[in-house]
């Protein structure tokens, strides 16, 4: 054969000969690449929240906060000026929004309280529910400074507060996002003092036992995706109360409240400007005044948060919020803010040039729908002040 023809004969050979085998080293090494993957796949598993918001979500979930049933672990206020109070609860859901609720809890300073809440099923499409209330409370050292904005910070007096409560609500639902709603509480009240600083003429209704009988009507309207923490929408209220003190003291009196919340979020709600106006207005039946325990005060977690606990107590008053609020992660919303505020005999006296204005900075934990702890840190004419409270502050 010529020579020319036998070299590329054996080239085609070779060629033929060797493909097989590059195929199957091919072949070898792409199954190696994707077992390797697999084996990678496995361990990295599927992809969701990192231990550390596990964690988070096991501190703060409960099964008042995520629909379910059960033992739940409580904290938040016993009452205002007590301390961070913590307890216990057991929640149960029925049908149709029906559910019993029962908490029980103790603060730092001792003082107590025991409530309970049934709320019937629904009516007429979820457009119709009534609940039943029932609460006992021991709140012991409550303050007390006399009434007015001039009042002094040294001029404290305490007082320990024992009401029983008894109420029921019946809420209409006419139209989306809004509420009507019609309540009664029947109340007795006992309050001591063991040293007192103001006379009984200042001091209305304080050693005295006291039963009323409050009815109120409310009309609210709620477009916030969750009262209980939200980043948009808004709050619209107007309350009017008759406080009827049946036990022949001269302490009946008349409220009125209003309150808008609002709440506009920015850079797909990352950032929220938020806003918060209260105003509270009472008037007293002629010869009867407000008594102490129920008059409008200023000063708590949730209005003048760098004064005292009720600092300012008077028969009216308005408060002023605003709120610079961010997120700098899933589970945590920081703030800055700004409150103002003013407490008057008469609704006439307001005068913005004699508000008391405090700022701060905090820090809420919360779910998507509701604040399980907040921390604040505020400044106020009369010094700093921390807040722990759980929850948000409107």
Known sequence: MDARRVKPLIVLIA???????????????????????????????????????????????????????????????VYG????????????????????????????????????????PELWRGMLQMDANVQWLD????????FGQDSSQEARDRYDLNPVELSTNVTFKPMRHVFVTGSYAYQPIETEREAPIFEPADA????????????????????????????????????????????????????????????????????????????????????????VMLAPFLGSGSTLRAFGNRRFTDRNRVLVTGEYRWRPSRYLDMALFLDAGQVAAD?????????????GIGARFHGPNFNALRLEFSRGREGFRMTFAGSQPF
């Open 204 to 291: 209305p209704g304080l050693d005295q036992d006291l039963t009323f009988h409050t009815s109120r009507a409310t009309i609210a309207y709620d477009w916030r995706p969750a009262p209980g923490y939200s980043t948009r929408g808004g709050f619209y209220r107007a309350s009017f109360e008759r406080n009827f003190e049946s036990g022949g003291q001269p302490y009946s009196f008349n409220l009125q409240e209003y309150e808008l919340v609002q709440q506009v979020p920015l850079v797909r709600e990352q950032f929220v400007l938020a806003a918060h106006a209260l105003m509270t207005l009472t008037q007293a039946d002629a010869g009867h005044d407000v008594p």
């Open 347 to 359: 609704r006439h006296q307001f005068d913005t040039k004699e508000f008391d204005v405090d700022w």
């Open 81 to 120: 000026g007590t301390g961070m109070g913590l307890g216990v609860g057991f929640l149960k859901r029925l049908e149709n929004a029906a559910y019993f609720n029962v908490q029980s809890g103790i603060s730092i300073n001792n003082s107590m309280v025991m409530r309970g809440t049934f709320a019937a």
């Open 139 to 146: 709140a012991k050292g409550v303050s007390f400074y006399g």
């Open 15 to 77: 060629v033929l000969m060797l493909a097989p085998a590059d195929a199957a080293a091919q072949s070898t090494r792409v199954d190696a690449i994707a077992e390797e993957q697999a084996e990678k796949a496995k361990r990295l598993g599927v992809e969701g929240p990192s231990e550390a918001e596990k964690i988070i979500r096991q501190v703060l979930l409960s099964p008042l906060l995520t629909g379910g049933d059960g033992l739940y672990p409580w904290f938040g206020s």
